[in-house]
């Protein structure tokens, strides 16, 4: 079959230590310390194989995220930029969709033809975290040592190929999204949108606790995680949705997905206006309910946040970078305010209730697709996903 597969150069930054499971397995917490000189490669693998209670997916389409991008592309000393676990060489490819083939042994609730989507954390559901309910921090999945769990398309080969093995336990089923879509095209394009739809989900509803009808939500980035905080807040009855983005390609895509008010902070700051201001005005000088961070833009994005936080206003963050920033706590206590961290999409019931959204017509992400590209032209697709003019570019195998 034909994959998608980033090799990289083991090579440890000075004065970076491993771990001697790390050194020994290399899997590794932290990628962009250790891995340099990274390569996508287009080639030739074996057809996988389902073993007891895998399935066997033939992929029907697999969106580029903005890790898979960060995994290509290199600082001033050449290591990858992308900051987090990572076994290289790997199928790349995480957000995917397409029919199950073939079933391993023991498979009970998946058969050939069904139609899936599949989570990217591959939690043991043993552990300590796992059995509290914190399956996004599975300690097996982030233990060096073990390399039976870990992430799809990060430590274990992906589904930025024509095939992909998977464990029935992390499937769901989107058949009902062909009901929505009546073409199979178009629900599997929705069905690759489940997982970042999910990551945006877990993170506004499970980990800060949702937000009342009428609430004041304002999304940082309209990256595809952004857009679908937009979607998401729109469809659970924001009063206003306010999005700051640079892109003109996904400024229009945030009014797309619903957002009321979408801001170029650029262009504001030439104007002597800066994004805080424009949101207490927006908001006649309440603030914001809830701030979403999916810019991954730390040190410009908490220094507004903390200026426009309504009182009881909460924080939810998403986006990554390996960057340390002042927080000024004073105002969390002032403003009885709170910030959440937030990794993964998994557990929660969140792959169900996106799915179950999208086959109700309350959110449509396949109107942030705006390329797609065959398998073959895979690399043509990373050309163009470094230049940041997509909303979602989406491989077709």
């Not at 619903?258 to 504001?268: C, I």
């Not at 104007?271 to 207490?280: F, R, T, V």
Request: glycine share 10%; net charge positive; aromatic share 8%.
């Amino acid at each position: 079959m034909r994959a998608a597969v980033v090799y990289a150069e083991f090579s440890p930054r000075p004065g970076y230590k491993l771990t001697e499971d790390e050194k020994r397995t290399r899997k590794v917490r932290e990628g962009n310390k250790v891995w340099k000189n990274p390569k996508l490669v287009l080639e030739d693998k074996p057809k996988p194989k389902p073993g007891p209670k895998e399935v066997l997916i033939r992929v029907k389409a697999c969106g580029i995220c903005g890790s898979d991008i960060h995994f290509v592309e290199t600082d001033e000393e050449g290591y990858m930029i992308y900051p987090g676990l990572t076994r290289f060489p790997v199928v790349i490819g995480h957000e995917f969709s397409g029919v199950v083939e073939e079933v391993g042994p023991g498979v009970q609730t998946l058969k050939p033809g069904d139609m899936v989507t599949s989570e990217e954390m591959l939690w043991c559901g043993e552990c300590d975290a796992c059995r509290m309910g914190y399956v996004n921090h599975c300690i097996r999945l982030n233990d060096p040592a073990d390399l039976e769990y870990g992430e799809l398309g990060f430590t274990k080969d992906g589904a930025m190929a024509e095939y992909v093995v998977v464990k029935e336990k992390y499937c769901w089923k989107i058949n009902s999204l062909l009901d929505r879509y009546k073409s199979e095209d178009r629900a599997y394009e929705a069905g690759s949108l489940v997982e970042p739809t999910s990551v945006s989900y877990h993170a506004i509803f499970n980990r800060a606790g949702g937000f009342k009808p009428g609430a004041y939500v304002v999304v940082w980035g309209a990256g595809p995680i952004g857009l679908a905080a937009i979607g998401l807040s729109k469809a659970a009855g924001a009063g206003k949705v306010i999005c700051f983005e640079i892109s003109p390609v996904r400024i229009d895509l945030a009014k797309a997905m619903g957002a009321d008010y979408v801001f170029n902070p650029v262009e504001l700051k030439k104007k002597g206006i800066e994004p805080w201001e424009k949101i207490l005005d927006v908001t006649g000088g309440e603030g914001a309910d809830l701030h979403v961070e999916a810019a991954g833009a730390p040190a410009e994005t908490l220094p507004q946040m903390q200026k426009s936080l309504a009182i009881g206003g909460k924080i939810t963050w998403i986006g990554r970078a390996p960057k340390e920033v002042p927080i000024y706590l004073e105002i969390f206590q002032v403003r009885r305010a709170q910030l959440f961290g937030s990794q993964g999409h998994s557990g929660w019931g969140t792959f169900k209730n996106v799915i179950r959204l999208m086959a109700a017509g309350k959110i449509d992400m396949t109107k942030i697709i705006t390329s797609r590209f065959s398998l073959d032209d895979v690399l043509k697709a990373f050309e163009r996903a470094h230049k940041r003019i997509d909303g979602k570019i989406t491989i077709k195998p």
